[in-house]
């Protein structure tokens, strides 16, 4: 069990580093709180599903062909629908509520509610300690860790990651310095959306796809940013790792424990916010300038 609870919580919170570093992304440059983001997830799942059932495509080659149609729908959708009403937080919630369940019911229209699923890259088994851990199972967290390292150095090793991070700080200060923060903001929001299709390119083989998919993953990511530090990368990091352990112990160790994942994570969030509402790596709340 304790094995299990391991190989657990290294995919989980791989998964959930993901999407919570994404979402805080977005959130850092341009204060977007994307509830949609997790729906890219299930958009590159269902699209990874249809190349490889449907057309007969490359498993691999599905992936990569996800990942870049789920970035342009984010692109596209961030330019037409979230750009023009970004400085109205409110609005810029209800409309990414809304555009979450007009994917929703897209999906639904097209494959109905049908679960599906999607064979694995890799078939097989090893046995570690009398446990059997899928060679997917592997392949997902080593492919998770290496997104995650290529995301850190594109925000400390490159000047893009400079100018994300500058903007992050301080859009004013940012923009005085001869920042597009405009551009920063749709490149960062590609960058987003891009990791939240990744995951779902990757979590398919391992998870049953269908419409709703995206709404467990959105509590636990939004668990995830709360106990972290909304908008801090670390924080969404450790955050993840943390709370992926969390529901493995739930999971293993609590009969019906599966049901009541979601609602330890959203106990977790609460009492973060009621002790410490900045979170783990987060900063005080200040009075906007």
């Known amino acids: ?92 919630l209800i409309a990414t509520i809304a555009l979450a369940m007009v994917f929703q019911e897209i999906m639904l229209i097209i494959f109905s509610g049908d679960f599906l699923g999607v064979p694995p890259l890799v078939a097989g088994y090893r046995k570690v300690f009398g446990v059997k851990i899928a060679y997917q199972q592997l392949l997902t967290f080593v492919i998770a ?12 090793k490159t000047r893009l990651g400079l100018a994300i991070r500058s903007t ?18 749709m490149i960062t929001m590609g960058v987003s959306v891009g990791l939240a299709g990744f995951t779902g390119a990757v979590i398919a083989p391992l998870t049953i ?7 467990p993953p959105l509590i636990m990511m939004m668990a995830v940013v709360v106990l972290g530090g909304l908008g801090s990368i670390k924080g969404s990091f450790v955050g993840a790792y943390i709370l992926g352990f969390a529901e493995a112990l739930v999971v293993f160790l609590i009969p019906m424990g599966a049901y009541l994942k979601g609602s330890v994570a959203l106990s977790i969030m609460i009492l973060v916010l009621l002790i410490r509402p900045e979170g783990l790596f987060g900063i005080a709340f200040e009075e906007e300038r």
């Open 1 to 92: 069990m304790i094995v299990d609870i391991i190989i657990s919580s290294l995919i989980n919170g791989s998964v959930y580093a993901l999407l919570a570093i994404g979402f805080s992304l977005i959130f850092g440059v341009a204060r977007i709180v994307n509830v949609a983001h997790t729906a890219f997830y299930m958009l590159a799942a269902y699209c990874i599903y249809y190349g490889t059932q449907k057309l007969g495509l490359n498993p691999a080659l599905c992936m990569l062909v996800s990942v870049v149609v789920v970035t342009l729908m984010g692109l596209i959708s961030y330019r037409f629908f979230i750009d023009p009403i970004r400085e109205h937080e409110a609005a810029v």
């Open 145 to 156: 860790l290496f997104v995650l390292t290529v995301v850190w150095a594109l925000l400390l």
């Open 168 to 185: 992050a700080q301080d859009r004013e200060v940012a923009n005085l310095m001869g920042m597009n923060e405009s551009r920063v903001a």
């Open 209 to 215: 796809v269908n419409p709703f998919m995206w709404m």
